[in-house]
């Protein structure tokens, strides 16, 4: 009997170390509009239905505001006679792609003083709060806000939520965990493009149950991101919004086109028949202010596999945005795993051509990979 022993889905992120023959500089950025969910306030989304998320701007404990910490062991904060239940947010395990949300409360224990609460702020991009359910709590009274977890990557987080009060900021600590999502989503986060262009990534999704699914519900936040059947239609017959028992499918294509060097920021909210989660994918672009080489998708997925599987083969394809031929001289994994072999000669990548180039051919051993430990790079 063979006995197979399966990898998580490898995701294989390159950075490519290539010799041009012209010299391209790059710097990030992107852009957001209202679509389907957004609230007008481009500063708020609603990643959870009836709640309005405020994206933070970065604050942190070295911005020169004197911030107080929430004593953890009396859950209150004597100074300013605020107390917050629970002093520390901890959302445990939660999948990828599942956005949770929990109530914070926070009690004035000062009979003779209102205090005013003027905002929130975070450094992360994995939490997200609402607003003040009331930004006065009269004396011995209360308010209330939501804390979201939505996840961009595996593995366990902590961060920090700054409370602006008119009794001085606070630091509120929460943490959560994030799991591989049962549907296998994830985000498309860390996204870098050179300016002009164009790209369409798939979002492939799983159903892990015993009989189909169906998507009824796909929305996007941001109005430059434009979504599409696979095929590239705009609509289609219900079957094609149908996912068989156990198996991975390409649900839907985003297209994005680079036009200015922006900062861009969207959600695709999905809901399937089967249950009353939202799945939520991010998405996160960075624009830089100079034409140059990229991939048409995000990463390259080797896909799942077992030891005693024969290796896998893909192409490293690329597009050029500027006006001029690119040469490439090489191309090299970081880290460098003898799980993968990279075939290539040097190739000239044309300029703004709709089609992209042949770059690379990429071997992937699932059995040296077993034996070095090497899944991603």
Known sequence: MKVKMSFSPLVCYFLLFILLDVAVKSQMSSNSNSHAFLQSDSDVRYIVDSIPISMHKDFSSNSGVKVQSVDESTNFNAKAHLKFEPSLLDFKERHLGVPHHEKVTILNLNPNKTIHMSSISGNTVHFHSSFFEDKLIPPLGNTSFNVVFLGREEGEIES????????????????????????????????????????????????????????????????????????????????????????????????????????????????????????VVPLEVEVGAACGLYSPED???????????????????????????????????????KALKIDFQPVKVPPESEEPTDVALLTFDWGIALETGHTSG
């Open 299 to 337: 990463v390259i997925d080797f896909g799942i596999g077992g030891s005693h599987d024969p290796p896998t083969t893909v192409k490293l394809w690329l597009h050029n945005s500027w006006k001029k031929p690119i040469k490439i001289h090489n191309v090299i994994s970081t880290p460098v795993s």
């Open 160 to 279: 920090n939520l700054f409370i602006h009060t008119s009794e001085g900021s606070f630091k509120y600590q929460v943490r959560g965990s994030s799991i591989q999502s049962p549907y296998r989503l994830r985000p498309l986060s860390g996204v870098r493009l050179p300016l002009n262009a164009s790209f369409a990534p798939l979002i492939q999704m799983h159903n892990p149950y015993p009989t189909p699914i169906q998507l009824v519900e796909v929305y996007s936040s941001g109005g430059e991101f434009h979504l599409e059947l696979p095929s590239g239609e705009l609509e289609g017959p219900r079957h094609l919004w149908e996912i068989p028992a156990f198996l991975t499918k390409p649900i839907i294509r985003v297209r994005f086109h680079a036009r200015a060097q922006k900062n861009h920021t969207a959600y695709i909210r999905l809901k399937v028949n089967r249950s009353e989660e939202v799945l």
